[in-house]
């Protein structure tokens, strides 16, 4: 009412009434226009805002194993909610579902993800889980785009639906409404928020009668490890069975801490293997033969050797320096330097320094141009740069071209560059003592308190970011039940961290899971 009396006196004093119906016109055009930029600020800021669901469904077909599977594919974004029933995340999956199955009883549903942390799900994705795979010439550099996308022989569609989950801050998840992506990133938010996400699928699509199984790779492990043990503790879910592919599940296997020589212990069958690959072992025999001999010189001689310390006399030196030298395939002078401990950055920059190459992390069997000889630690990993480009390029044109998913909904590949990225390694059950995480100890109650779990744990020879001895280390300590060993299998490739880039191995890897999907269920 102020606002018109203002008006009124401002016309009865100084205008006319034609130039008075211009000048008010004006005014609530501007008016209209303000509060239309309020409006648009306020949602943008809003912290009760929550976004719609995403959701686009394509109909395909595939052949695997000589038969036609119809199947639907939903790629989006569900509204995830927290205990107390609040909007906490938009969070982002890829869902295939064979046509025609009427018995969920009857079809099992896989839940996967990468790891990191921080990773999306798309290297599983078109790597080996989904029915559309991208194409590299392993184990060599890509060639340069276009790149080639082809039907996936190696998908497990034909035994069970599939899942790919995008954790908060990668694919279209993100924290909405009071939530930050900071909430979820760290051990134990990160497997509360997957677990959560879990239920509220199966919850939408009535999945909750269905055989459910995970498979989870890198860090996605150490995921599956946790996840498996909070759906059964908290949410009343039991899993069939869990796929740990280029498993770690305690991260003081990987760390090189200063006055710990667990990671070293963990690298060195792994170095043996690389080691071999590169022709760097004199006479060499069979890699199964050489890696056998290697685990017996870790264990047997080199770990006691190391657990020594300043106490190991010269004589023990040299003689574990000598066969150090053979299996690693490092000179004596280098090694004695190193004190017998070399790190696996270093052992990557120093194997084929003479040959002025780089050997890679993830997958030992890639090598590529040293541009530092005198570099202490490699400042690159060769398999990441030879299929980082294809499989970003050919992830892209399939979500949006095939999947039809809107261009507007931003894909991200990882949560590496995210404001804030920053990951609690923090855990609940060791929080009186600063210590590395370890989902170990989840997984052996989870496997305690549900005796019918079964693992499968896939490793690859070459695979220098989480070395295959390092994962039985591991799986030596869980402190369970021996009958309950009898549900674990392991798994080796003549490949690395993502062997299912390896042709020969990718097949292994289907009919493995396959295999051990149907044992699971009998």
């Not at 989870?216 to 946790?226: F, I, P, Q, V």
């Not at 300590?477 to 003549?494: A, C, P, V």
Request: with cysteine; charged share 20%; glycine share 6%.
């Amino acid at each position: 009412m102020r606002f018109f009396k203002i008006i009124n006196s401002f016309f009865m004093k100084y205008l006319s009434i034609s130039f008075f119906i211009l000048c008010l016109f004006g005014l609530l055009s501007n008016i209209s226009a303000q509060s239309t930029i309020t409006v648009t600020e306020k949602n943008a800021t809003d912290s009760t805002h929550v976004p719609p669901e995403i959701k686009s469904v394509t109909k395909h077909s595939i052949t695997v194993g000589g038969k036609v599977i119809n199947y639907t594919a939903t790629a989006g974004a569900l509204i995830l909610k927290n205990e107390k029933d609040e909007s906490v995340a938009l969070y982002g999956y890829t869902a295939y579902t064979k046509d025609g199955e009427t018995d969920a009883t009857k079809r099992p549903i896989t839940f996967s993800y990468n790891g990191g942390p921080g990773s999306s799900s798309m290297w599983l994705h078109i790597g080996v889980m989904g029915p559309r795979r991208v194409v590299v010439n392993d184990p060599e550099n890509a060639p340069q785009p276009p790149y080639k996308m082809e039907d996936n022989p190696f998908t497990l569609l034909d035994v069970s639906d599939i899942v790919m989950v995008d954790p908060v801050g990668t694919g279209l998840s993100h924290a909405v409404a009071k939530a930050k992506n900071k909430d979820f990133w760290g051990v134990e938010q990160d497997i509360k928020s997957v677990s959560w996400f879990i239920k509220q699928y199966i919850n939408s699509n009535d999945r909750w009668n269905s055989p459910k199984f995970l498979l989870g790779e890198s860090y996605g492990t150490m995921r599956s490890a946790g996840v498996v043990n909070y759906l059964q503790e908290n949410l009343g879910i039991s899993i069939n069975g869990v796929v740990l592919v280029s498993s770690v599940l305690d991260l003081r296997s990987l760390s090189f801490l200063d006055g710990d020589d667990a990671s070293y212990i963990m690298h060195l069958p792994t170095y043996a293997a690389t080691a071999w690959f590169h022709n760097k072992i004199p006479n060499k025999p069979t890699l199964e033969t050489f890696l056998k001999n290697a685990r017996a010189f870790t264990i047997d001689e080199y770990s006691p050797a190391l657990m020594k310390g300043d106490q190991l006399s010269e004589s023990e030196k040299a003689s574990v320096l000598n066969k150090l030298s053979y299996f690693s395939g490092l000179s004596l002078a280098y090694l004695s330097k190193g004190n017998l401990r070399i790190k696996e950055p270093q052992f990557t920059e120093e194997l084929l320094r003479e040959e002025h190459q780089t050997v890679g992390r993830l997958d030992a069997r890639f090598k590529n141009i040293n541009q530092n000889l005198l570099s202490e630690t490699s400042s690159f990993d060769p398999q990441s740069s030879a299929i980082s480009s294809p499989f970003t390029a050919m992830f892209m044109n399939y979500y949006y071209n095939e999947l039809k998913v809107d261009k507007a909904n931003n894909y991200h590949t990882n949560a590496y560059t995210a404001e804030g990225f920053n990951w609690d390694w923090k855990r609940a059950k060791t929080e009186d003592y600063p210590a590395s995480p370890n989902t170990a100890i989840d997984l052996a109650q989870a496997m305690s308190r549900n005796p019918q779990l079964k693992i499968l744990v896939i490793n690859g020879y070459y695979d220098l970011a989480t070395p295959f001895f390092g994962s039985e280390y591991t799986f030596d300590h869980l402190g369970i039940e021996k009958k309950l060993k009898q549900n674990i299998s392991f798994k080796y490739y003549e490949a690395g961290h993502m062997m299912y880039i390896h042709p020969a191995s990718a097949i292994l890897f289907k009919k493995d899971i396959a295999n051990f999907m149907a044992e699971s269920l009998k």
